[in-house]
């Protein structure tokens, strides 16, 4: 199949290319490397030492001999190049990961807020218009969030996208499938929600062929093809406002820095490890809707866990100590979370679950790369609201803080 992968620069993005390309597909990857410039803006750096993507998709050609194409397009501000481009290479198929996905940067600011709404809107709803005037037929596979659902208790497990309900109506109850409603919690979330709602409309009116996974938290880095390679290695966000919850504790641990929990720790979230990620997509692709089939919903995640129990387990691996810090975020700060994944498993999904083996790997990558990391960027600053902003603790260290340099 010829694949473009948007957003095919990132830390879902790079390694899924890799495995498309190893699989024997032809891949075309649509970045406009926004990514690298927030890195830029925030003072920061992935943990990981990232060439070029021109550099990256050179060393995969010398390594495995395919040819990965790279593409540089902002899809939320450059329609006309963006649909261009698909009437000319008309993909068979094309992964969605170009949005901002850090809910703490789209909390920052109302610039923060107003920019990640501007470009994963447009980036997505360009997308779609694109599809229906170049008439292109393309499986799109969009990279949505668990998050969707909300982190409140329900106390049943949620199901893969949609809900049955049964409304009363004057000749008696109608049973009705609706889409899970959503409950963002922060502005990202909230444009992955409005996201569902796009897909709905232009699956139906336009038949497109879509299918939507909502994803849990990643961890890890590495994948089969990233190893192949040190060149190929893959992006690893270890700082507070782009590190995600697993692979944050598991930098702070190699680097001596307290693993630092938000409230009590009681948040309970959905995982999945990079390399299932990759898998998943493949499955994905392979089980496309037809034109007219209501938008397919698949839960991608392995296994849930709370996150003091996730510190609790590094702590105890790595010796690492824990901080219990002030909430930034509006959250329940303890819920339950039963998340159905059966799609996946129907479609012979063997997950890696979180093996001690697995954390440790993790754990020597950081280690091996401690040097790139600045210790005033661990602790997350961006508080959900003014009135948080004056709880959250900046500076977890105190007087102890150091270089680790
Ligand atoms: N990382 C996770 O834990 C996680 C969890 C659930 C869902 N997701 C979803 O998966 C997708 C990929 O996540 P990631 O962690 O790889 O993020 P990432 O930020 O590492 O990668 C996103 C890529 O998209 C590019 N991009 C953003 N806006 C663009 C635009 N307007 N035009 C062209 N390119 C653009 C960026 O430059 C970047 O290379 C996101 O949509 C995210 O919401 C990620």
Redo the contacts with the bound molecule.
Sequence with gaps: MKIAV?????????PTSLHLSNLGHEVHI?????????DTELGVQSLTPMDSIQERCRIWKEVSGEQIHFHL??????YYRLRDWLAEEKPDAIV???????APYSMISERHKIYTVD??I??THNLLVALVETDIDAHLL??????VYGYSTVGAPIPEGYLDVTIDTPTGPKGMEILYPTKPGSV?HMT?SLDQIMFQFYAQNDGLRITD???????GTNTDQTKRHEQLIN?F?YDGD?G?VLNRFLAQAAIGYPLTVHGTGGQTRAF?HIQD?VRCIELALRDAPESGDRVKIFN?MTETHRVRDLAELVAKITGAEIAYLPNPRKEAAENELIVKNEHFLDLGLNPVTLQEGLLEEVVEIAKKYAHRIDRSRVPAHSAWTKEIAHRVNHDPEGKHLKSVS
């Design positions: 948007l957003g095919g620069d990132g830390f879902c993005g790079w649509i970045d406009n490397l926004s990514r690298r410039w927030i397009i902002d899809l939320a501000k450059e969605h990961f170009a949005e901002q996905r850090a470009n994963n447009n980036a969009h990279l949505g969030t668990t998050g990202y992955k996974l909502h994803q849990g938290i990643v961890w992006r966000d782009y995600t999945i990620t991608q």
